[in-house]
Nanobody, 124 residues
Framework: QVQLVESGGGSVQAGGSLKLSCAAS????????MGWFRQAPGKEREGVAA???????SYADSVKGRFTISQDNAKNTLYLQMNSLKPEDTAMYFC??????????????????WGQGTQVTVSS
């Protein structure tokens, strides 16, 4: 059974940093493309970053240059380093696993499994 467990969320002031982790279990980690999504109150869930099994990465325009997605295949763990955080980054952040698809010059995750989410709150 696939399990994705996020950690590392919290409250931070604008300009600060947080690092999210997602521990994956129940499958061979490199099988899936991995990604981070977020959902703010009253808004739709949106893709933040994606990474394929070979380490190819893609980012939403709103986080490019500030966020970095990475993974440690030996630890079955996905990360999201978030720097220069802004109040508009406030959301529930979700880890996701699924098939990779590439279009529009970006990797995208066709999500098959979700984590439970971790809250990130950025104050001004």
């Amino acid at each position: 059974q696939v399990q994705l467990v996020e950690s590392g969320g919290g409250s931070v002031q604008a300009g600060g940093s947080l690092k999210l982790s997602c521990a994956a279990s129940g499958y061979t980690y490199s099988t899936y493309c991995m990604g981070w999504f977020r959902q703010a109150p009253g808004k739709e869930r949106e893709g933040v970053a994606a990474i394929d099994s070979d380490g190819g990465t893609s980012y939403a325009d709103s986080v490019k240059g500030r966020f970095t997605i990475s993974q440690d295949n030996a630890k079955n763990t996905l990360y999201l380093q978030m720097n220069s955080l802004k109040p508009e980054d406030t959301a529930m952040y979700f880890c996701a696993a699924g098939d990779c698809t590439y279009y529009g010059g970006q990797w995208h995750v066709l999500v098959q499994h979700w984590g439970q989410g971790t809250q990130v709150t950025v104050s001004s």
